[in-house]
Nanobody, 125 residues
Framework: QVQLVESGGGLVQAGGSLTLSCAASGPGFSSDVMGWFRQAPGKEREFVAG???????LYSDSVKGRFTISRDNAKNTVTLQMNSLKSEDTAVYYC???????????????????WGQGTQVTVSS
């Protein structure tokens, strides 16, 4: 069973940058599609970015051009580099694994069956 642990959240001013990391333990990570989601207070959890084992990437429109997702299968890690942060990026960010997809990134959270505990990102304006 894969377990996911996020790190790297914190407080940053608008326009700044943060890097989130997700460390995976357990078998099968290298073949999983990995995603980042976020949930702001009072809102639904939403897709942010995803990456396949072959580095196909998908971003939500709200972060495209500002965020970059990457993975290192040798280290079992997924990283979300966040630049030009806005106050509306404030949320708890979750790393998740889609263990049934391989070649495509799916945005619906129902496909992701393993989740980390989340890390808080706060952007001050």
């Amino acid at each position: 069973q894969v377990q996911l642990v996020e790190s790297g959240g914190g407080l940053v001013q608008a326009g700044g940058s943060l890097t989130l990391s997700c460390a995976a333990s357990g078998p099968g990570f290298s073949s999983d599609v990995m995603g980042w989601f976020r949930q702001a207070p009072g809102k639904e959890r939403e897709f942010v970015a995803g990456i396949t084992w072959s580095d196909n990437r998908l971003y939500s429109d709200s972060v495209k051009g500002r965020f970059t997702i990457s993975r290192d299968n040798a280290k079992n890690t997924v990283t979300l580099q966040m630049n030009s942060l806005k106050s509306e990026d404030t949320a708890v960010y979750y790393c998740a694994a889609d263990r049934t997809a391989t070649a495509i990134v799916r945005q619906a959270k129902r496909y992701y069956d393993i989740w980390g505990q989340g890390t808080q990102v706060t952007v001050s304006s």
